[in-house]
């Protein structure tokens, strides 16, 4: 491990498709982008939530990592008032498993970077 390898997979964890663009693969990094970014602005959309970190409750946990995969947008979540959820909405449960599925995929997305970046994948 290098540690241009790490910040490929910190790049690609901070902004989905970030790793892979540093790579030169544009297509991928603009589909990924592309598809996360929308997946969860449909999240947010539907009056999800993302989770600050919380020990009263283990799978609050669970949801915080979750919704930390997408670094960026985790971020702005503590610094602007998106990401409140409203709890009354129809759609809050599909939009809060939306941003969760958002920020778990964007983990493997960085995971693969890092792998091209080793060699591992082409």
Not at 9 to 26: D, N, S, V
Not at 52 to 80: A, K, M, V
Not at 93 to 101: D, N, Q, R
Request: aromatic share 14%.
């Amino acid at each position: 491990m290098t540690l241009r390898n790490i910040l490929l997979l910190a790049a690609g964890w901070f902004i989905p498709g970030l790793g892979h663009g540093l790579q030169r693969k544009y297509a991928r990094a603009a589909i990924f982008f592309v598809c996360i970014t929308a997946m969860a602005g449909l999240g947010l959309l539907m009056d999800g939530r993302i989770f600050e970190y919380q020990t009263e409750n283990p799978l609050t946990i669970l949801e915080f990592f979750s919704d930390l995969g997408y670094g960026l947008l985790y971020l702005l979540s503590r610094l602007t008032p998106i990401g409140l959820g409203k709890l009354s909405s129809l759609s809050f449960e599909y939009g809060t498993a939306y941003i969760a599925g958002a920020g778990l995929l964007n983990y493997l997305v960085a995971l693969d970077a890092f792998d091209i970046a080793r060699g591992k994948k082409k």
